[in-house]
């Protein structure tokens, strides 16, 4: 790996690991509905700036419709479960369970789409299931049912992305393919839609919600043009660059930078007992994605 993508690897890693930050600053204050709206909307809208100022032709290819679905399933609805999940963890945790993204992935892989587990994966399945039970039975900073909630909550949305992998691979790459900028936008203008009558009916029933707070605003600026838009260009580009699977390694490098923002900007402090599940979890991902073969899920989802 060159210097250059290793910089990259570090730079998307901090920027993943700030959303949870972010998130947990605006969903308390906005609600989910509101958050993960916003966050999309301005995904949406940065990389259509992107897309512009790099002259890229927005072109589908006919895969208007699967592009727009992907983005449902990629951001609009994972978006909304890491928001609910704000309002209810501290948001060290919520980086650390986004790393369960490939141990969900092979669930889903050998469920509903014939794919083998080795036994070395099938290790790491377990093991992660024990670190998960570890992180939901061990807190003492919330009431249990907050841990409960929160953890479930994360654990959706990274299923949903470990199933998004197998689908873009089914309706995008085994098709033709198509530019990674432009599945990229079309699955924020698909999440901006799905998102949008939830925003809507959501401003009727919580009108009172107070929209003058300027770190909030800053939050979801933050969230839609770093941590999607940005975000997004550095993840395809290291794809291209490195690998899938090399590009995977980002999952170890998110939990420690979500933990070291809450703390630095919240002072979110994390049971210790939550580090050992932490640990196993992050060993039971090593199992995962190791790579013991060359077949592998081919995934362009976003991990955040």
């Known amino acids: 790996m060159k210097a250059a993508d290793f910089v990259r690897l570090i730079l998307l890693a901090a920027i993943w690991g700030a959303s949870f930050l972010f998130m947990r600053i605006a969903a308390p204050a906005l609600g989910a509905i509101n958050t993960a709206f916003f966050?999309?909307?301005?995904?949406?809208?940065?990389l259509g700036c992107i897309l512009l100022v790099m002259r890229t032709k927005i072109n589908f290819q006919g895969k208007t419709t699967?592009?727009?679905?992907?983005?449902?399933?990629?951001?609009?609805?994972?978006?909304?479960m890491y928001s609910v999940a704000a309002r209810l963890l501290p948001a060290g945790y919520s980086a650390i369970l986004n790393a369960t993204t490939p141990l969900m992935g092979a669930l889903i892989g050998f469920c509903l789409f014939k794919e083998k587990l080795s036994v070395k994966k099938w290790s790491g399945v377990f093991l992660g299931l024990i670190g998960i039970m570890l992180v939901t039975t061990t807190d003492k900073l919330n009431s249990a049912n907050n841990v409960v909630w929160g953890v479930l909550a994360c654990l959706i949305a990274t299923s949903?992305?470990?199933?998004a992998g197998f689908l873009t691979r089914k309706w995008i790459s085994d098709k033709g393919g198509l530019d990674p900028k432009i599945v990229a936008f079309g699955s924020q203008m698909g999440a901006t839609l799905f998102l949008l009558p939830f925003f809507g009916f959501s401003m009727v029933v919580s009108?009172?919600?107070?929209?003058?707070?300027?770190?909030?605003?800053?939050?979801?600026?933050?969230?839609?043009?770093?941590?999607?838009?940005?975000?997004?260009i550095l993840y395809f580009k290291l794809i291209t660059d490195i690998g899938p699977m090399r590009s995977l390694s980002v999952t170890f490098l998110i939990p420690p930078f979500g933990i070291l923002w809450s703390y630095l900007v919240l002072g979110e402090q994390l049971n210790p007992a939550f580090y050992y599940g932490g640990a196993v979890v992050a060993v039971a991902i090593w199992l995962i994605v190791s790579p013991a073969k060359k077949s592998a899920v081919q995934s362009t989802g976003d991990l955040r």
């Open 207 to 232: 009108p009172v919600t107070n929209w003058s707070i300027l770190e909030v605003w800053a939050s979801l600026l933050a969230l839609g043009f770093i941590c999607t838009a940005l975000a997004y």
């Open 66 to 80: 699967t592009s727009l679905l992907l983005g449902v399933i990629n951001s609009g609805f994972p978006f909304l």
């Open 160 to 163: 949903c992305y470990g199933f």
């Open 39 to 46: 966050r999309v909307l301005f995904g949406f809208i940065g």
